[in-house]
Every structure is written in C-alpha cells, then in structure tokens.
C-alpha cells in the first residue's frame, strides 16, 4: 500500500505564500499521477492541480489557481509540493494530495489520498 503524508498547512494573510508539501511512502511501484485537491466548507472537493509522470511531467491547473500555484516534485523523495502565492481567502479550504499509483507491477492503479492539510487565508 501507498501512504501519503501532508505537511505545511496554516494560516496566512491575504497576499502572502504558503508551500505544501506530499510525501508518499510504502510499497510503491509507480506514481503516475501526483495532484492536490482542495475541500472549502459546503462545497465539493475539487482538483487544484496535478502532473502526469508518465507524459513526462505535464502538468494542468484549476482555472482559479493559474499563475499563482506551482506543482513540483522530487523524484528521488518520491514528494510533491504546491507553491501558493497571492493567496486570497477563497483559496481556505482542506488541501489534500493524491496520487494515482500502482503499489505492484502486479496491482492496478489505484487511488490514494493524504489526510489533508488545512489552509486559512485571511483578509
């Protein structure tokens, strides 16, 4: 099985920059998805960004979050990381990493998500 680990969540005024970060751990065969996601209160969890391994890194934003979040990440740690700027408090919400792994050659790929972090942005 595939864990994740999520560190670097809290509270921030408006404007300012928080980093989060994902560590995944375990058996782990492949990740061949890495992304974040984000739960605001009353609202569906929603996709802020991932990067596809397999197609050599490619990487997709929420329409909200362009230009002003960054994913990235360090092979060598297996660990991913959203750079958040110019955060405005719209952007509150629980922040969850995923992977989409594969814990054996011999397992499908499988949905995984870390406990969630949370990110209060004040005005």
């Known amino acids: 099985q595939v864990q994740l680990v999520e560190s670097g969540g809290g509270l921030v005024q408006a404007g300012g920059s928080l980093r989060l970060s994902c560590a995944a751990t375990?058996?782990?065969?492949?990740?061949?998805?890495m992304g974040w996601y984000r739960q605001a209160p009353g609202k569906q969890r929603e996709l802020v960004a991932d990067?596809?391994?397999?197609?050599?890194?490619?990487?997709s934003y929420a329409d909200s979050v362009k230009g002003r979040f960054t994913i990235s990440r360090d092979n060598a740690k297996n660990t991913w990381y959203l750079q958040m700027n110019s955060l405005a408090p719209e952007d509150t919400a629980v922040y969850y990493c995923?992977?989409?792994?594969?814990?054996?050659?011999?397992?499908?790929?499988?949905?995984?998500w870390g406990q969630g972090t949370q990110v209060t942005v004040s005005s």
């Open positions: 995923n992977a989409d792994a594969q814990s054996s050659r011999w397992l499908p790929r499988k949905d995984y």
């Open positions: 375990g058996s782990i065969f492949r990740i061949n998805v």
């Open positions: 990067m596809t391994i397999l197609s050599g890194g490619s990487t």
